[in-house]
């Protein structure tokens, strides 16, 4: 009886493998060969407050460099930058832990590269999240890719 269950176990696991693993979006360029996802390589957090400025954006063939400037409490404990790639849609999570927030607010600056590894347009979003809360959209755009990989 047990030997038919473990048959019956295998056979379902073949099935979802089957099911599942074809519906996986594919990755390859015109060859046929498989391209990476993008993947965050880099990021740095300012220690010192700083006044707010823009959000910048700078592409350099395969690399796009993030320059943005979010508001925390000024005894932040740490910040770090999560990434999540969907599709074309990049998404970059600067996430802040804090203990208190008896002081005053202050804008680090938030640096972060992220490498590409086709040509297209991708949608890049830049949330902002205070201890596990709601993430807030602070920036979102499309970045040109013209030239990489060629």
């Known amino acids: 009886m047990w ?5 019956i176990f ?3 696991i073949g099935i979802w493998i089957w099911i599942y693993g074809c519906s996986t979006q594919d990755n390859n360029d015109e060859n046929g060969s498989q391209i990476p996802s993008p993947e965050l390589i880099n990021f740095s957090v300012s220690e010192n407050c700083s006044e707010w400025n823009a959000t ?3 592409v350099d063939e395969c690399n796009i ?3 943005h400037y979010a508001m925390f409490g000024a005894s932040a404990d740490s910040i770090v930058v999560n990434f999540e790639v969907s599709a074309e849609t990049l998404k970059i999570i600067e996430k802040g832990y804090q203990s208190s927030f008896d002081d005053s607010i202050c804008y680090f600056c938030v640096s972060a590269d992220i490498l590409v590894y086709m040509t297209g347009t991708y949608y890049l979003k830049i949330f902002r999240q205070i201890n596990e809360g709601v993430q807030s959209l602070e920036w979102s755009g499309n970045v040109n890719i013209t030239s990489c990989g060629e």
């Open 3 to 7: 030997k038919r269950n473990i048959y």
């Open 10 to 12: 295998i056979i379902a």
């Open 56 to 58: 910048q954006i700078n």
């Open 65 to 67: 460099s993030i320059e």
